[in-house]
């Protein structure tokens, strides 16, 4: 059995403008796992939120490779429980590991993960395409490039939100969710904007308010008229019994949850909590993408467009037509390194 990994420069097709930063490229580690002439394959987007780097990533791949593993990856559970105190809590890194020990179990029963998992996949599914922060004037041409989805994800908290609603709202009437990653510092203005978006044929809202300003997020929970889904204010299994007080929802990432298994128990615990769900990832390629694809059909709402604001895709995965994302019969998680990078692999 054998580990490799590699750093990705993964390039925007343009800037990526959210309320706090502003970038023209992430970094990513693909991790390969080779066991019995396959390969599966994950991928970490190292979140700078939670204190990690592409650089804790390689640390944590590296103990990995060293680490003279005891049990198989033919028992996906057991695998990952031995790897999760090699690789400590770097939760993207985690999410690596889980993604390629299931993709190289799916291959090796050469069925798809879902189908594996008995998730029910009946036809393709729409995801929202992301429109980052710009002016009202870029935000409407990003708007045109974008009529072929059917629900159109805005980032807001910048100064210039209603007049981008109004921009995209002149191109178009899909409807549209925002998210305000954490933007809107004063509960009132959120509170009035929340409001004032739902006339605008908003259907919900991402983390309106600082995850830090949680005693504001319960007092408008109950007053907001659209529901409200955490992200910056979840990660894990263990938030979920206070977030019901603050949220109607839920965004799981697995970079965030470390990996599908995580996120399979947090959906099934939120739904027990009667809580929306929401799947999200990270800026990164068709390799983590497709890999939340194959739970996707679990959630409210699906936000797995991030493969499509890159240039230079390492990877193949599930076709996005339309706006639909339609799973591929692939086996494992579906995704597939493409052929001009495999010969690079060392
Ligand atoms: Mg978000």
Redesign the pocket.
């Known amino acids: 059995m054998e580990w490799h990994f590699e750093l990705q420069k993964l390039e925007l097709k343009r800037a990526f403008t959210i309320s706090r930063q502003s970038s023209n490229f992430r970094e990513t580690l693909r991790l390969g796992l080779r066991h019995l002439d396959r390969t599966g394959w994950g991928e970490a987007a190292p979140n700078p939120r939670h204190g990690e780097s592409p650089g804790s990533v390689i640390e944590a791949f590296t103990r990995l490779k060293d680490h003279p593993f005891t049990s198989s990856p033919n028992q996906p559970e057991a695998f990952i429980r031995e790897a999760a105190p090699v690789i400590g809590p770097v939760q993207s890194a985690m999410a690596a590991v889980d993604m390629a020990v299931h993709d190289w179990w799916g291959k090796g029963l050469e069925r798809p993960l879902y189908e594996i998992w008995g998730i029910p996949y009946r036809e393709p599914f729409e995801t929202s395409m992301t429109i980052s922060i710009d002016t009202p004037e870029k935000t409407a041409e990003r708007t045109r490039e974008s009529l072929e989805f059917r629900v159109l994800k805005v980032k807001m908290g910048s100064d210039l939100d209603r007049e981008n609603i109004l921009a995209i709202r002149s191109v178009t009437e899909i409807p549209l969710w925002v998210?305000a990653?954490e933007g809107w510092k004063d509960p009132a203005r959120a509170m009035e904007m929340i409001s004032w978006l739902e006339g605008q044929g908003v259907e919900m809202i991402?983390?309106p308010l600082p995850a830090t300003q949680w005693e504001d997020q319960r007092r408008i929970k109950d007053k907001s008229p659209l529901p409200l889904i955490a992200?910056e204010s979840f990660s894990s299994m263990t938030d979920l019994d206070r977030i019901s007080e603050g949220f109607h929802g839920i965004?799981i990432k697995l970079a965030k949850c470390g990996g599908l298994a995580p996120a399979r128990r947090i959906i099934s615990a939120a739904r027990d909590r009667g809580l929306l769900v929401m799947i999200?990832s990270m800026i990164q390629s068709s390799c983590g993408i497709g890999a939340a694809c194959q739970i996707a059909p679990l959630a409210d709402y699906v936000d797995l467009d991030c493969n499509l604001l890159i240039k230079n895709d390492p990877f193949t995965g599930h076709p996005a037509k339309n706006g639909l994302i339609h799973l591929n019969q692939l086996p494992g998680t579906g995704v597939r390194l493409k052929p001009s990078l495999e010969n690079q692999e060392s």
């Open positions: 998210d990653n991402e983390q992200d965004n999200g």
